[in-house]
C-alpha cells in the first residue's frame, strides 16, 4: 500500500462545475496535510495546507481533512480551464530526526471550456 | 510566502559533461532543502536531503557519487550531476521547507530542466 494515495485521473469536468480530488494516507501519525498544484512542465505550487480535522477554505478552493478516515480532499468551486493541472497531495509524517513528506503520485484535471 | 530560486531553468549538453544546478532560499534561512526529480508524466521523485553544514541523506538507489550535494550556506544547495549521461535527462527540482516550522510545507524552486546529447 501507497503512503499517499491519489487517483491519477484524468479527472474531466465542465467549466463552471466543481471539482473533487481526493487523497488517503496510511500513517495515522500523520501531521499535516498539503495541496499543490503542477502545471505541465512547471514546479510544484503550494495551494492549501490544513492541519486539524474539517473544512478549510481559501477563495475557490476548500481543503476538507478526516484524520480518523485517513482522508483529505481539495474542492474546486466555479472550475476554469486555467484550474487543468495535476493535483499533488502532500503528508508530513513523523520520522527519526524530523518530518518527511511524503507525495502522492497526483491526480490530472481537465477542465472543459 | 517563502521564495526558492533556482538557477538555471535549462541545460543541454554533451553527454560527459558535469552539471551544476542551485538552490537558493532568497527570504529565509533552509538548514534544510530537498532535490526532487522529475521524469515526463511521471510523480515526484525524492532524490535526497540537503542538510546544511554535514552530508546529505540520499534516497534507496540514488548514487552518491554521481549526485553530488553540497549545503554549505544556509541560503544555498548545490546538486552536481557528474559525468552526465542521455538517462540523467530529466526534470530537477529542488525545494525548501517553509520556515514555520518542522511541519510546514515545502516550497519549490521552477525546476531545471537538464537535456544530455
Known amino acids: 500500500q501507497k503512503e499517499v494515495e491519489q487517483n491519477s485521473g484524468p479527472l474531466s469536468v465542465p467549466e463552471g462545475a466543481i471539482a473533487s480530488l481526493n487523497c488517503t494516507y496510511s500513517?495515522?501519525?500523520?501531521?499535516?496535510f498539503f495541496w499543490y498544484r503542477q502545471y505541465s512542465g512547471k514546479s510544484p505550487e503550494l495551494i492549501m495546507s490544513i492541519y486539524s480535522n474539517g473544512d478549510k477554505e481559501d477563495g475557490r478552493f476548500t481543503a476538507q481533512l478526516n484524520k480518523a478516515s485517513q482522508y483529505v480532499s481539495l474542492l474546486i468551486r466555479d472550475s476554469q480551464p486555467s484550474d487543468s493541472a495535476t493535483y499533488l497531495c502532500?503528508?508530513?509524517?513523523?520520522?527519526?530526526?524530523?518530518?518527511?513528506?511524503?507525495f502522492g503520485a497526483g491526480t490530472r484535471l481537465f477542465v472543459k471550456a | 510566502g517563502a521564495v526558492v530560486s533556482q538557477h538555471p531553468s535549462r541545460v543541454i549538453c554533451k553527454s560527459g559533461t558535469s552539471v551544476k544546478i542551485e538552490c537558493r532560499s532568497l527570504?529565509?534561512?533552509?538548514?534544510?532543502m530537498f532535490w526532487y526529480r522529475q521524469f515526463p508524466k511521471q510523480s515526484l521523485m525524492l532524490m535526497a536531503t540537503?542538510?546544511?553544514?554535514?552530508?546529505?541523506?540520499?534516497e534507496q538507489g540514488v548514487e552518491k557519487d554521481k549526485f553530488l550535494i553540497n549545503h554549505a550556506s544556509l541560503t544555498l544547495s548545490t546538486l552536481t550531476v557528474t559525468s552526465a549521461h542521455p538517462e540523467d535527462s530529466s526534470f530537477y527540482i529542488c525545494?525548501?521547507?517553509?520556515?514555520?516550522?518542522?511541519?510546514?510545507?515545502?516550497?519549490f524552486g521552477d525546476g531545471t530542466r537538464l537535456s544530455i546529447l
Open positions: 525545494s525548501a521547507r517553509d520556515p514555520g516550522g518542522a511541519n510546514q510545507p515545502q516550497h
Open positions: 527570504d529565509f534561512q533552509a538548514t534544510t
Open positions: 502532500a503528508v508530513n509524517n513523523i520520522r527519526t530526526g524530523g518530518f518527511k513528506t511524503i
Open positions: 500513517d495515522r501519525g500523520s501531521q499535516s
Open positions: 540537503s542538510n546544511e553544514g554535514s552530508k546529505a541523506t540520499y
